[in-house]
């Protein structure tokens, strides 16, 4: 197998400039004349700099404007089952929300206006500890709301005839 | 309630987006906020129709700039200075319009303040 | 006859500024015209804007303090010569590049961001403008002699006793 060599041009600068790991006669290319080079990610050698986890920020350039940011709450909690149904998987999602601000009807349609852009928005996550980093990297104030635990009776059969009458059937 | 009181003090590290401490981030900021108060003179002969004077827009800037002040990230600093540049490049270029170059006016609302007490927003209708 | 050599001080290549013609005096190097004896007397004669200007100590700190009062965020009562800008007088780091600006358009001359983030006190600005301009009355010559001659003398009283 042909070895892909990459000859990366490296340029001292005080500001990150990427090294654009540039083309040798050794690579292969491909049909549509493309290299294994050309689709990699340029070579980074910018050195890391180290932050404290918390002071982690995204809120004052996310264009979210500032009142939104300092007035408005999260919650960040499980959804319920649909009563109406039994399937369970919305119960294993976090989600965000904001809190609820005036509707009023509409005077042309009767519709609900509202003058909220967060009424209607839900953010999904897979954890609650992504939930809260996402409301603190966005510097929202916000509380969670632990999931109740579902207590689950273990059935069995053998309880039909157990010597405990409560659980005897009577037909058996 | 914040990450600090959940999680210790941990160090984070990550690629800088320009500048790789607060120091450098500072300087960004220092050299950003000397060009504007340079372009002053030019802002008010610029943008016509306005009743500017060289000490407002030296507040406006200022407060502009004391907004983000509490930015401890050091990548969000370099993109809001990033964001700055641009901002001043399109006010000295005057590729900002009549109502764009209403960012200069004063940023306190100047109509009617959102109702704060309950009377006051009982008499509004909430 | 001052228009002539106006124009010959203009075509000569030494200027360190754009020509401005303003009250202000400009600094402008001694030039290579061939001049006659007669050009000569009238250089010398010419009015105080060509001429070199002299930097002196009370100059320079009166002007900068005269910036520092006129600005609006420091009280003139308690400005100091070794009062803090940060500490004592409360300002921040935005003051103290706006005080800079000012600084630039009164001295005519360009502070660049690296230096003025050392400046603490206005004894430090003063003592930085007197670097550019290279004054150094107000500092005490250090008689490196004298001193090492003292204690080269006590040392060989003590080597002796």
């Known amino acids: 197998m042909n070895s892909l060599l990459l000859k990366t041009t490296t340029r001292l600068s005080r500001i990150n400039l990427f090294s654009i790991p540039q083309r040798t006669l050794f690579d292969v290319q491909n049909v549509w004349g493309r290299t294994a080079v050309d689709t990699q990610k340029p070579i980074d050698s910018s050195p890391l700099a180290e932050i404290p986890r918390q002071d982690e920020s995204v809120g004052a350039i996310s264009g979210v404007p500032r009142e939104f940011l300092k007035e408005r709450r999260c919650r960040v909690f499980v959804p319920a089952r649909n009563a109406m149904q039994s399937g369970t998987n919305n119960g294993k999602k976090w989600k965000v929300e904001w809190d609820t601000k005036e509707r009023w009807e509409n005077p042309l349609m009767g519709w609900a206006s509202s003058s909220d852009p967060h009424s209607s928005v839900a953010v999904e996550f897979a954890s609650k500890e992504d939930a809260i980093i996402y409301c603190e990297r966005m510097g929202y104030k916000y509380e969670v709301i632990e999931p109740p635990k579902i207590q689950r009776l273990n059935k069995s059969y053998g309880a039909n005839y157990s010597w405990n009458k409560k659980t005897r059937v009577s037909t058996k | ?126 | 006859m001052l228009s002539s050599t106006v124009r010959l001080l203009m075509r000569s290549g030494s200027l360190l500024r754009p020509l401005i013609i303003t009250a202000r005096p400009l600094s402008i190097k001694p030039t290579l015209i061939n001049l006659t004896e007669k050009r000569k007397t009238l250089i010398n004669e010419i009015p105080r804007r060509w001429s070199h200007v002299h930097y002196t100590y009370p100059m320079i700190e009166s002007r900068v303090m005269l910036i520092l009062r006129l600005f609006d965020k420091i009280d003139s009562n308690s400005l100091k010569l070794d009062s803090r800008f940060v500490q004592d007088l409360g300002l921040d780091s935005l003051d103290i590049v706006e005080i800079t600006a000012a600084l630039e358009d009164e001295f005519w001359t360009e502070i660049p961001d690296c230096d003025s983030d050392h400046f603490a006190t206005p004894r430090h600005v003063i003592q930085y403008l007197c670097d550019k301009y290279d004054v150094y009355e107000h500092i005490e010559p250090i008689s490196a002699g004298k001193e090492y001659l003292e204690e080269a003398k006590a040392a060989a009283d003590r080597a002796h006793h």
């Open chain 2, 1 to 126: 309630m914040s990450l600090s009181a959940r999680i210790p003090q941990t160090l984070k590290q990550v690629r800088p987006v320009l500048s790789v401490d607060h120091a450098e981030a500072k300087r960004r900021v220092l050299n950003l906020y000397k060009i504007w108060l340079r372009q002053i003179p030019y802002i008010r002969i610029d943008y016509i129709k306005n009743n500017w004077t060289e000490p407002r827009l030296r507040d406006v800037i200022k407060e502009n700039f004391m907004r983000n002040k509490d930015v401890t990230d050091i990548r969000a600093i370099d993109l809001l200075v990033v964001r700055g540049q641009m901002d001043f490049v399109e006010t000295a270029e005057i590729w900002r319009q009549q109502h764009n170059a209403a960012v200069f006016d004063s940023t306190k609302n100047t109509y009617k303040k959102k109702p704060a007490s309950f009377l006051e927003r009982f008499y509004e209708g909430h």
